[in-house]
């Protein structure tokens, strides 16, 4: 028993320094790829985009200069505005019950609103987390990892996932409902706390700014949060990031973010999407979404139809099985298959009291994360990605684990 110990210790030290080791080197490829980019545009309609960027510059440097936020919440609002309130905080608190719950949600504020690239996009990536929360009790990760490891990493999905949810939906469903009852909610936006940057971002987004730049500032804006609420907070560094769960799902792209595609008959026709190595990097984290988001929506205004035919096709229900049945199984007694449960038959919903997030926006350093990827090539990692499952399966083998 204690030499199965040991080697399971072992294996986490390892995983950790291999996955600082490549952390650096990522980091430094995303600055420089940045620089390329401002020399060499390969964006289309990239001179009306910096245009855009340097009235949002100014727009929230009038802001942040005024700093009016405080009073714009004490300004007297209608009955109506009152309601509306309510409703989209009871709806909040409703849909953010767990993850299927918001990844539909995610969903339905898109076909409501197609212009709203971003809930698109939030429902793929939501579709992921989904998958990293159920991976957490495949024998692979179980190797490696005791039951404490597993509850502290799931409660930090889940967290995040949470953060990103109860400021996100307000934005798109104030948005969304203006649009039907055809008038404007965008004051309502700091009884939410949205950030001041959000808030000059729908402002200009309702002025007819590029729906990309609304896109990518909804990506910083989320990634911000996370990094102010959870990331950079020195309990969860020491329990969570320092885990060997963290570790071998970071190294091993168990946690890489993959859209299924379907061919027009609904055939399974590839994996594509992109791998973040340094969770802990703001900046990494930003600049993926930015490509996941070059790859969805690669003609600028409509998404990939591949992607949209295997979200209309499959519904969410977390589990692996979803985008690779001839390889994962929800039944835990199945053979030849490996296990990836649904989340319903693993985790409870949590309901956990809201993470406060203040003002993370006090400078202009955001805007310069502004400017949208390049359209990305259609690239399958589907065979890469089974290599790399074949491996965390021989691993666990090696390692004794239960199935």
Known sequence: MRGADDKQLEFAAILRLLRMATSVPSTVWIDLRKRYRLKHPRIPGHKALVEEIALFRETLQARLAGDDRASATQQAISAEDEDLLRLIREETRQMTRNNLTRTDAYYAIFKACRELHWALLAHLVSRNGGYNMTDL??????????????????????????????DAYPQLRLYQLGVQRNRSYLHLLPHFQISMFMQVAWKLFQK????????????????????????????????VFASPAFSAQSLMHISAVLFAARDIRLRQCGLYGNYVRDFTSVTERIEAGKSLYALLFANQNQPRDEFLRAVESVPHTASREDILPQIFTHEATSRGLIYSPRLVDVWPDVLAWPITVGEWCVDLTALDDLLPAPTLKMRDFSK????????????????????
């Open 208 to 239: 007819n700014m590029d729906e990309r730049l609304l896109t990518v500032a909804l990506i910083i804006n989320e990634q911000r949060r996370i990094e102010a609420a959870i990331v950079d907070h020195e309990a969860v560094i020491r329990r």
């Open 137 to 166: 009790h495949r024998r692979a990760v179980k190797a490696i990892t005791s039951e404490a490891d597993r509850v502290a990493f799931f409660s930090f999905l889940e967290r995040c996932n949470d953060v990103i949810f109860r």
């Open 384 to 403: 890469r990605y089974t290599r790399q499952l074949r491996r965390l399966e021989r691993m666990a083998t090696t390692l004794g684990s239960p199935p």
